[in-house]
């Protein structure tokens, strides 16, 4: 057991709480930016986006409703 955090259940369950952590944490450190966010996790913008949804990010009220995250065209 990690110091200082109390058993959370299954395994499935503390994975998503920490991942849903990382993705709101790196999007708030690069002001919204999905491609920045991914980067800084090592994933692709696509697996940000499906994480935000997945996980249930109010992405939003993350990045004061400005707008929600989208794919770029090239």
Excluded: F, W
């Excluded at 913008?45 to 935000?52: D, N, P, S, T, W």
């Amino acid at each position: 057991q990690a110091i200082g955090h109390q058993p959370t259940g299954t395994l499935k369950v503390s994975v998503e709480i920490l991942e849903k952590d990382l993705v709101i944490d790196a999007l708030k450190r690069h002001n919204g930016s999905v491609r920045e966010a991914s980067r800084e996790l090592g994933i692709t913008g696509r697996m940000v986006r499906y994480k935000i949804q997945k996980l249930d990010i109010d992405y939003k009220r993350l990045c004061g409703g400005r707008h929600t995250p989208r794919r770029r065209h090239s």
